[in-house]
């Protein structure tokens, strides 16, 4: 049971680790924007426009807001796949839909009820850059799921007499 838990775990740190920092890079990219300065706009997200005057400060806690959502995205679907078996065997798809919810979660929910407090506006190429920011996302949350909580449970059901 304790070496399920670490599985589980790992899956969920692994997943939202890999795919927060990676997301960090992936809107450096679309808006030819420094890092540091996209990760000023993550804690914009508490801290309003003010955020930019911070300087590494604010960098510092975007960062680690990032690192934080982006376990609790991985964390809510490593959830959900343990209850949802299909969500394991159809990973790829499973992590594609997922990254389509987490984009309208985050940019028609979390963002407008930010200390930003506005709604997106994207053009059509913007608006295709960030989905695939978020597809990316959803597909590695998927893979560390899969590969971290599905291979143990295919071990117990191995060792499991039929």
């Known amino acids: 049971m304790q070496q399920k838990n670490r599985e589980i775990l790992s899956a969920i740190l692994l997943g939202g680790i890999v795919a927060a920092t990676l997301d960090i890079g992936a809107a450096s990219l679309i808006t030819g924007r420094s ?52 969500l394991l065997r159809h990973w790829i798809s499973s992590g594609l839909t997922y990254g389509v919810i987490i984009f309208f979660v985050m940019n028609y929910a979390v963002v407008p009820l ?27 949350v998927a893979f560390f799921a899969r590969r971290l909580v599905s291979a143990p449970l295919a071990q117990e059901r191995a060792a499991t007499p039929a």
């Open 35 to 86: 890092p540091v300065r996209i990760m000023q706009a993550i804690a914009g997200g508490l801290l309003g426009k003010a955020t930019f005057d911070g300087g590494v400060g604010t960098a510092i806690l975007g960062a680690v807001l990032q690192e934080i959502m982006g376990i609790l995205i991985a964390a809510i679907y490593v959830v959900f796949s343990k209850t949802i078996p299909g």
């Open 114 to 140: 930010s200390a930003y407090k506005s709604a997106p506006h994207f053009t059509t190429l913007k608006f295709a850059e960030n989905m695939a920011a978020m597809l990316l996302f959803g597909l590695i």
